[in-house]
């Protein structure tokens, strides 16, 4: 799903940024080396979906996405129940990096 956001983020310059991201290889693969690094990526991750919900339309949302996930299986949802999931898992993430 990574790499079709990637590709979809051409149409949403919000998420210009996420293109240059580094794309994890597995879900469990560590990404940042030291808290400050993970912050500051964190920040930019939240800057941008705050932007890429201020840019999104209705017409967007009800497309379509065509992705991968690691395992190699296709899959085609709706823009607007991805990024719904999204949005669920927002608070686990945060809530786990305060435990640390």
């Known amino acids: 799903m ?3 956001l990637r590709h979809r983020a051409g149409k949403f310059r919000s998420l210009d940024r996420i293109r240059k991201m580094k794309t ?6 560590l990404l ?6 993970l912050h500051a990526a964190r920040q930019i ?9 201020d840019e ?5 949302l009800a497309e379509n996405l065509d992705y991968q996930n690691f395992q190699g299986n ?15 898992h927002q ?5 786990s990096l305060q435990r640390y």
């Open 24 to 29: 994890p290889e597995a879900l469990d693969t």
């Open 45 to 53: 991750l939240g800057a941008c979906i705050i932007g890429f919900v």
């Open 91 to 95: 608070p686990i993430i945060g809530g």
């Open 32 to 37: 940042f080396d030291d808290l400050r690094a």
């Open 74 to 88: 296709s899959y085609s949802d709706q823009l607007a129940l991805l990024v719904q999931h999204l949005f669920n």
């Open 2 to 4: 990574v790499e079709a």
């Open 56 to 60: 999104i339309s209705d017409e967007q």
